[in-house]
């Protein structure tokens, strides 16, 4: 019962659209209507600038982080990593928002960060380095996840490895069309680095 009870909080808490309520609060404008009709961090800052980017990126991750922790502290006997995959899927389809979320980047990174801040710490300076070097968001996230599922594998925690392999097949599928992009030569690189 109780993974039910914490299960339906976290995905509420992922379906909180940091994206939709930024744009329509701060700016007017419905950000699924413009860029990548995405609501996550990425289609912010390309539609709404740097500082609603990094606003919406860091809200995302702790919805992730809070549902984890929330469940720690009132259930110590709880699993935060399951407890964490239900707001990675209200990030996903979010009941706030139609069911049109983001793509789980940020809200699995703050999954992780809710346990495992030295993997969050890794995944951080992994997603920069892959997007200095090659200025695709989308490929520098998928990177980070298959780069965490290793880290995580060489640590010896089996849980955590099976959750961020879930969540990096969640970011991989969710970037599909990104993916073909890639391959196109048509995805847009990043400017700022």
């Known amino acids: 019962m109780e993974y039910i009870i914490f299960s339906i909080i976290a995905y509420l808490l992922g379906s909180i659209p940091s994206g939709l ?7 007017g404008i419905d ?3 413009h860029g990548s009709g ?3 961090g990425t289609n912010t800052f390309r539609v709404l600038g740097k500082k609603a ?5 860091i809200a995302d991750i ?3 982080t809070l549902a984890t922790v929330l469940a720690v502290i009132f259930t110590p006997d709880i699993n935060p990593l399951i407890i964490g995959i239900a707001a990675v899927i209200g990030h996903m389809y979010p009941v706030f928002a139609g069911f049109r979320g983001g793509k789980a980047v940020a809200t699995s990174g703050g999954v992780i960060l809710g ?5 969050f710490g890794i995944m951080i300076a992994t997603f920069f380095v892959m997007l200095y070097l090659t200025k695709y968001v ?3 996230s998928m990177i980070t996840g298959v780069v965490s599922m290793a880290v995580s594998f060489f640590l010896g925690d089996m849980g955590l490895f099976i959750v961020i392999t879930l969540l990096t097949l969640f970011v991989i599928y969710r970037h599909r069309a990104n993916i073909k992009r890639i391959l196109n030569k048509t995805e847009p690189k990043i400017t700022w680095m």
């Open 115 to 119: 346990v495992n801040p030295l993997v």
């Open 21 to 27: 309520l930024v744009g329509k609060l701060g700016y």
């Open 53 to 57: 980017g990094l606003f919406v990126t």
């Open 31 to 33: 950000i699924r209507e």
């Open 38 to 40: 995405n609501l996550g």
């Open 62 to 64: 702790l919805k992730g």
């Open 138 to 140: 989308s490929l520098s």
